[in-house]
């Protein structure tokens, strides 16, 4: 093998006679290690922010500019430089490098494993897990292949330890890379996209777990090591429970935990991590599991998200990524041996994947360029395998390591990733109509799906009343549903977002001003998120955006964007005073409530809230009684399905009122003006009736076979015949039923609702809306309107 001009950090360490103490203390280094790493840090920071502006705009994702900053900064090009070389590669920084990239990887997977849609993986678990092995199984075959010709051709030793390595280094799938790829191309919370996520996580652990067992039965000691190690991770997990509660009680009034609290956690984790590490082990399954089992309630877990997603996104990916480019060698290839085993083993990773991806693909059904992005995805290289290399180094192989498997790794990883990265961004430019959110109204998405939506608060003001509305339509235990509460706080126009230096910050501040928006009302949501997410089970992601009105829509939309929710729920901009009148708030809640029935990208309702008489939350105590009111019309079908899940909700009794006229013959002659009209126009007005008229019918037949039948909901029919007998009726409906939901009725009234829109006050709730929102309306009920999206979306009245 040709030898190096640049030194491999690892050798050196390796070789060092002198004593841990003296290197790490750098007694004879004339340049401190510490620094030098610290420059590459830096180096790698400057040079990946430069690269991100120059490949942003041609879509490509951050990940391949922060490998692409460590290869420049590396000994492939500014490394080669004498004077560059003196100061990045010290002999001494190995152990800098080991001990950070421990600490690195400890933190992200133990994020990852904070972060993992636990639910999602749950219901997709076996598709997930046979297009995971698909890519894995291919892979290995071809893995063992090829490691006896590339073990041969390279003259290594080891052959059985490096024939593992050979089968890893194809068939993994870096999962930090794919999250973060996914994040950056903003298609994480599509279905392809955390189903990729899902997959690489069940590829990675499985490559990993292979791996340690494979470690585990070279000996009896090793084999009681590893009993040893799974015990302690238990143990942490079950510590992390009580200290975890113990951390909410001690700040019961407080945002978020101190960070004395979050590093002292931290460092359990981190512990744990570094015995198994020093034993010869990899500690990502263990890191991830912690993550996975942490408690997703209260302010620890809200606490270690914010500030471990900030650090990492932010810091720690992109030195670790970085640091992958900054050990590619160039050099390596000149010689025809390393460069024919390189290309060959590149050849058969993508080949593999592409191959056992599609296969598996096919065998379930997934549309062919899902299948395709899929296999490129599960193609990302650079993080077991580099781990993999650490334990080999520094146990198994440390006696006769040879540089050239190291630099063999390395270059495999940096350019499987450099040409996945850009083959995925040019896929999802290519179908960005596929790819992007799927505009599909409630109405027509069956109860058993998936049911995502985001609820917008403005203040804590009867907190408990929204979040029981969050879980009304969260439905039974089996309907799967993502919630978001998202906290609007209004940025008054004198004042500035600013962003804090670090010597600024106090105990569990931000690095913005951000967080000092919103006063105690942050508490207080807060604390009441928490309680009832831990007594009724279900996960509320939470986020704040601090806007000003001018403004605040539009980060409401490209939040519905990048979260691709299916409704959005507002507030309604009064709020009900103590004698039980609506008194208008700020007129800007209401402009930004109509901006966002304009240009929200989904279905969206509108809650009026009216307090203790109102809807709350169902309990055994507080049985809630809730009313579908059906004039008919896309709106009233919308909101009709977005019923369907209250229905089933347990401590909800719930009745479907439909309007009807006395007689089908005053309806349809009701619905159409003839007069001044072409006989053409009538026909056609006629037939979008009758259609209209069938569709509406189907669909309360469908609820009806569905859940009336069954006796999980009631059915009414209210006969009126004019404007008089449809306020009594409603007045009647708002005293007997806590919640009044509504559809906000944008197609040709019918008669029995027309005359109603006389007196309107708020068009943005249509008529039967806005009457039982009215001041004037002295009625109970909480009412929630809903409208159905549509590409044609228009509000009148408004502008």
Not at 75 to 83: A, Q
Not at 321 to 340: D, E, K, P, T
Not at 489 to 516: A, I, N
């Amino acid at each position: 093998m040709e030898e190096l001009k640049l030194p491999r950090f690892k050798e050196f360490d390796l070789v060092s006679s002198d004593p841990p103490a003296k290197r790490a203390l750098c007694l004879d280094d004339p340049f401190n290690p510490l620094i030098s790493t610290t420059l590459q840090a830096s180096g790698i920071l400057v040079l990946s922010h430069f690269f991100h502006l120059i490949l942003k705009p041609l879509g490509q994702p951050g990940p391949v500019g922060q490998i692409l900053a460590g290869v420049v900064l590396g000994p492939s090009v500014l490394s080669r430089f004498e004077s560059v070389n003196e100061y990045l590669i010290q002999a001494s920084s190995a152990d800098y490098y080991d001990v950070f990239s421990s600490i690195f990887c400890v933190l992200f997977m133990f994020m990852f494993g904070l972060e993992t849609d636990i639910s999602f993986m749950k219901r997709n678990l076996r598709k997930a897990t046979i297009i995971a092995y698909g890519g894995l199984i291919v892979c290995s075959m071809f893995g063992l292949a090829a490691s006896f010709l590339v073990i041969r051709m390279l003259r290594l030793g080891h052959p059985y330890a490096l024939g593992n390595l050979i089968m890893i280094i194809l068939s993994n799938a870096a999962s930090p890379v794919v999250i973060r790829l996914a994040a950056e191309l903003k298609f994480s919370t599509s279905d392809t996209g955390r189903l990729a996520i899902s997959a690489a996580l069940i590829n990675e652990m499985s490559c990993v777990f292979w791996f340690s067992v494979f470690v585990a039965f070279m000996s009896w000691d090793m084999f009681g090591w590893s009993i040893l190690f799974l015990s302690l991770t238990v143990i942490l997990i079950v510590v992390n429970k009580y200290l975890a509660a113990w951390c909410d009680q001690r700040n019961r009034n407080q945002k978020y935990v101190s960070n004395t609290e979050m590093y002292f956690i931290l460092s359990l984790v981190i512990a744990v991590s570094f015995i198994i590490e020093e034993n010869g082990f990899n500690s990502a399954i263990s890191s991830y599991i912690i993550g996975l089992m942490f408690p997703r309630e209260g302010k620890t877990a809200r606490t270690l998200g914010i500030k471990l997603a900030y650090a990492c996104n932010n810091f720690i990916l992109p030195i670790y990524f970085g640091y992958i480019g900054f050990q590619f060698n160039v050099i390596y290839l000149n010689s025809y041996r390393n460069l024919i085993a390189v290309s060959l083993l590149i050849i058969l990773s993508m080949g593999g994947k592409i191959i056992g991806t599609l296969v598996a693909c096919h065998y379930l059904n997934v549309p062919a360029v899902d299948g395709i992005m899929l296999s490129f995805l599960l193609n990302l290289k650079g993080h077991a395998e580099l781990l993999v290399v650490g334990v080999l180094s520094k146990s198994i192989m440390r006696l006769y390591w040879d540089k050239s498997v190291h630099n063999l790794v390395v270059i495999v990883v940096v350019v499987n990733t450099v040409i996945s990265g850009p083959v995925i961004a040019y896929i999802l430019r290519r179908h960005e109509k596929y790819f992007g959110q799927r505009h599909t109204s409630l109405e027509f998405r069956q109860p058993e799906t998936e049911l995502r939506m985001l609820t917008c608060l403005y203040g804590s003001r009867h907190i408990t009343a929204k979040i029981g509305l969050i879980f009304g339509l969260s439905g039974s235990l089996v309907t799967p549903t993502t919630a978001y509460l998202m906290h609007l706080v209004e940025l008054p126009t004198k004042h500035r977002k600013k962003t804090l230096m670090y010597h600024e910050l106090q105990d569990g501040d931000q690095f913005s001003d951000e967080e000092d928006y919103g006063g105690n009302e942050v508490v207080e949501i807060n604390e009441a998120v928490d309680a009832l997410t831990l007594e009724n089970k279900l996960l509320i992601h939470q986020s704040k955006v601090v806007s000003s009105f001018a403004g605040m829509y539009e980060d409401v939309c490209n939040v519905i964007e990048d979260l691709r929710v299916s409704i959005v729920l507002l507030v309604f901009h009064k709020h009900q005073r103590l004698d039980g009148k609506l008194e208008s708030g700020k007129e800007g809640i209401r402009l930004t409530n109509q901006k966002v029935l304009r240009h929200a990208p989904c279905s969206v309702g509108i809650f009026i809230d009216r307090g203790q008489t109102g809807f709350q939350l169902p309990t055994h105590e507080s049985v809630q009684n809730v009313a579908v009111l059906f004039f008919g019309g896309p709106d009233d079908r919308e909101a009709l399905a977005c019923s369907k899940r209250i229905a089933v909700y347990p401590h909800i009794n719930f009745t479907l009122v439909r309007f009807l006229p006395p007689s089908s013959v005053e309806n349809n002659n009701g619905f159409i003006d003839k007069t001044s009209r072409s006989n053409s126009e009538v026909l056609m007005e006629m037939s979008n009736h009758d259609m209209e008229a069938e569709t509406d019918k189907a669909f309360v037949e469908d609820f009806c076979n569905r859940y009336v039948a069954p006796g999980q909901a009631k059915y009414e029919e209210k006969y009126v015949e004019n404007q008089r007998q449809t306020m009594e009726a409603l007045i009647g409906f708002g005293q007997r039923f806590s919640l009044v939901i509504v559809g906000k009725g944008r197609t040709k009234q019918s008669p029995i609702i027309t005359g109603l829109s006389d007196w309107e006050e708020c068009p943005e709730l249509g008529t039967v809306g806005d009457l039982l929102a009215s001041s004037d309306f002295n009625i109970n009920a909480s009412v929630l309107v809903i409208q159905q999206h549509s590409s044609k979306t228009t509000l009148s009245g408004d502008d």
